[in-house]
């Protein structure tokens, strides 16, 4: 049997699917408690190609030590309230920390807890799941052009935003033919299911850096921009 070239072309691989349940507590007594309840899926890539071809494990960054990962920064990252900049966080960490490592992928599920309203007044450590939406992050660090020049790409959104017009919305003057029996409607009900999103434009940074973290923040306003996105997909 004549030998086979096995040639590895790509890999990536990783750990999905780490659930992160984080309150912040005020530094001050009877201040505002913060609930985060995250779904975490964490993927890298890099010269891995004996890991398949020889059985070799010794450059594997095991799954374990993944969600392993995800679990310290989700206490110990002073990003965490932040999906963007916890992704960005925990894919920075992933290309430096190991040497072989050149790309890193983190995807943030952020479900959603309000705030109780008491007497009018939001409670400070009280909260209610009021809908199904869910903050979306991906984030790729891409270390390829040297681990002092990281690139990093961030894509925000939501998903499963239900929304519904009782009244308002009509459908007519549509294309009718043979096969055609809706029955035009100048006033409907009308509800669906909304998932966006939007992508931020971020330079070339050395990400590991927790300062060039901040500055990020400053500049794409994550928070803000994700508030915004919501409020003009209502409107």
Request: glycine content about 6%; proline content about 3%.
């Amino acid at each position: 049997m004549a030998e086979v070239n096995v040639v590895l072309s790509a890999n990536r691989y990783g750990k999905d699917k780490v659930r992160v349940f984080r309150i912040i507590r005020p530094s001050t007594p009877g201040g505002k408690q913060i609930v985060l309840e995250y779904n975490v899926r964490l993927m890298i890539e890099g010269d891995f190609e004996t890991s398949y071809t020889q059985a070799d494990n010794s450059k594997v960054v095991t799954t374990d030590t993944m969600k392993n990962t995800v679990y310290v920064f989700a206490k110990t990252s002073p990003h965490v309230a932040t999906p963007e900049l916890f992704a960005l966080h925990l894919a920075s960490h992933m290309v430096t920390k190991y040497p072989h490592v050149t790309k890193a992928f983190c995807e943030v599920e952020s479900l959603k807890w309000s705030r109780i309203p008491v007497q009018g007044v939001e409670h400070k450590h009280s909260f209610v799941r009021d809908g199904e939406e869910k903050r979306m992050t991906s984030v790729e660090v891409d270390g390829t052009q040297g681990k002092d020049k990281l690139v990093g790409k961030v894509t925000s959104g939501i998903q499963d935003l239900l929304v519904l017009k009782s009244s308002g919305s009509a459908f007519e003057n549509f294309l009718r033919d043979e096969y055609t029996t809706l029955i035009p409607v100048s006033d409907r009900i009308f509800s669906t299911s909304v998932d966006l999103t939007y992508t931020f434009s971020l330079p070339t940074l050395s990400f590991g850096a927790i300062d060039k973290l901040e500055g990020l923040d400053v500049e794409a306003q994550f928070n803000r921009v994700a508030a915004s996105a919501k409020e003009c997909t209502g409107e």
